[in-house]
């Protein structure tokens, strides 16, 4: 029974110091130094700021162009305390949520929809969408949870813009920035 533990043992070393002299052979070969240098970047992505034609654009192609009127609905980025805000860390599992929050401002509408858009480029997230479909008109604000997730190289920082919209065509916008 010794005689084959220590066969075990023996094979397992050796498998052991092969992997591990495999494994400093595949570092030092020239074509991997020069893989991991490209993927394993350091530096956040750099990211371009939309001028505001771009936003223009960006806006209508998500139809969130339309008139604002802020009689008609509001809107505000908040921290966990409740506080408008104008910079959001990006989240994780486990982060304080921050809110986004609609305003209705005396104005019976029966769908809110709550959207989020990066306005940069490069950022994997294009937008996000939350709807609320309430079972009647109502004049009530709406106060809901959301996050801008982590993603490596910084790919989600940068400026964002909140729009929310009823059914009634109110709109109202909101720009804030994700921060690392």
Avoid at 8 to 27: E, H, K, P, R, Y
Wanted: hydrophobic share 40%.
């Amino acid at each position: 029974m010794r005689t084959q533990n220590r066969v075990a043992v023996n094979v397992i070393l050796l498998c052991l110091f092969a992997f591990m002299a495999s494994l400093a052979t595949a570092q030092s070969h020239p074509s991997m130094k020069s893989a991991v240098q490209v993927t394993n970047r350091t530096n956040p992505i750099p990211h371009r700021n939309l001028d505001p034609t771009e936003v223009r654009d960006l806006l209508h192609k998500f139809n969130l162009d339309g008139v604002q009127n802020p009689d008609a609905a509001g809107c505000a980025v908040l921290n966990q305390q409740g506080h408008r805000v104008n910079s959001v860390p990006t989240s994780e599992i486990g982060d304080a949520a921050f809110f986004l929050q609609y305003f209705a401002r005396d104005t019976f509408a029966q769908t809110i929809t709550f959207t989020t858009v990066p306005l940069f480029t490069g950022s994997p997230l294009s937008k996000q969408d939350q709807v609320f479909n309430l079972p009647n008109p109502d004049d009530t604000d709406i106060t809901t949870p959301f996050g801008i997730p982590v993603w490596a190289l910084d790919a989600t920082t940068g400026p964002w813009i909140l729009v929310v919209r009823n059914d009634l065509g109110a709109v109202a916008r909101c720009r804030f920035n994700v921060v690392p």
